[in-house]
């Protein structure tokens, strides 16, 4: 068997100066479908050679082409991932999670679209020029022709935060059982003036919150909670929160929820410039359990989303869908975690929900 030289620099690169499969099947004096299966560790090669073409890789800095693999195997390894407002650290957690949990697979996350809005029909084109094998969605709408898109190219997409979803699986928080809990819990320690603070109109996970929360409470004898808010912002729970600062403390509400931790930080923070105390005056909730809003001078109370447990059951739903496995399609609903912070007076028996 023919010794493998030590790689030369220049010797190793192509013209390109960029390393390929051709360059160091060259160096190495073998055929170029001995390097592929070498570099993808095929026991047809032995383990010898296997090694040496490892090392003479190393040295050259070769990087497999994802793209020109995807045209021989048919997958490139890569996921797109849709996030939402990048503002909110809700969705760099999940991200952070996301990206992890791929790496153990063996992709690689594509961004290609981070914001509020629409998927649009752009971005569902980009998802295949990128040859990506499926879509993580985190917050988005997807239009008909999008969708229609990737249904002809047989690109899979699954929901991760939402339940409102016409094109394919969706795994959620139990988010009509995160509004029911707090509600519950407010009730329970003798709150009766409740107002919620809402997001976005047109997303599931905003209404759902809030209309699991304003159920407890009318099931309870009491009006529906005040509404406030329409977008999910700090600013917008700002503004919402001097919105209630400025009532008649008869007619304040003594707990406030926030559909997501943002709004219920940006409420918390306008309450406190007003000179409100918080929660002697008025309790405060919200939902996510994001890391910012655990910390002072916050240390809000929550339903923690199960991020990982979300995030994994997503990609085993897409990586079932990539692989072809039949299925239908499903909603997942997951439980949130109380995490009781200062910022709401409960029941004592809360603490360990």
Not at 11 to 16: I, V
Not at 183 to 206: F, M, Q, W
Request: glycine content about 10%.
């Amino acid at each position: 068997m023919k010794e493998l030289s030590s790689p030369g620099p220049a010797a190793a690169l192509p013209r390109s100066g960029r390393a390929t499969v051709a360059s160091l099947a060259r160096k190495a004096g073998v055929a170029t479908s001995t390097v592929s299966r070498a570099l993808r560790n095929d026991p047809r090669i032995s383990p010898e050679v296997r090694e040496r073409i490892a090392a003479l890789a190393m040295a050259a800095g070769y990087t497999p082409n994802i793209l020109a693999r995807s045209l021989v195997g048919g997958q490139s390894g890569l996921i797109g991932l849709v996030l939402g407002p990048v503002e909110n650290p809700f969705y760099a957690e999940l991200m952070q999670k996301a990206v992890t949990q791929a790496a153990a697979r063996g992709w690689r996350l594509l961004l290609l679209h981070a914001g509020p809005g629409p998927i649009e029909d752009a971005t569902a084109e980009a998802l295949l020029q990128y040859r990506v094998d499926g879509c993580l969605i985190t917050s988005a709408e997807l239009s008909s022709r999008a969708a229609a898109i990737c249904a002809a190219n047989k690109v899979p997409l699954v929901m991760v935060n939402r339940v409102a979803w016409e094109h394919g699986s969706a795994v959620s928080c139990d988010n009509h059982a995160a509004g029911a809990l707090l509600a519950d819990l407010l009730l329970r320690a003798g709150h009766r003036r409740l107002a919620v603070v809402t997001g976005n109109p047109t997303t599931s996970t905003s209404t759902e919150r809030a209309e699991g929360f304003a159920r407890q409470v009318v099931a309870a004898g009491l009006p529906r909670p005040r509404s406030l808010g329409g977008d999910n912002s700090h600013a917008m729970g700002y503004r919402a929160g001097q919105e209630i600062a400025a009532l008649p403390p008869e007619e304040r509400p003594d707990a406030v929820l926030g559909v997501s931790d943002i709004l219920a930080m940006g409420v918390l923070d306008a309450l406190r410039e007003a000179g409100i105390a918080v929660p002697d005056a008025i309790s405060v909730v919200g939902i996510d359990g994001i890391g910012p809003a655990r910390r002072p001078p916050y240390n809000l109370t929550t339903v923690a989303q199960p991020l990982e447990a979300m995030v994994e059951r997503g990609l085993d739903l897409l990586q079932d869908r990539m692989k072809g496995v039949p299925r239908a399609e499903e909603v997942v609903l997951l439980r949130g975690t109380l995490i009781r912070g200062r910022s709401a007076r409960l029941p004592e028996e809360a603490a360990g929900a």
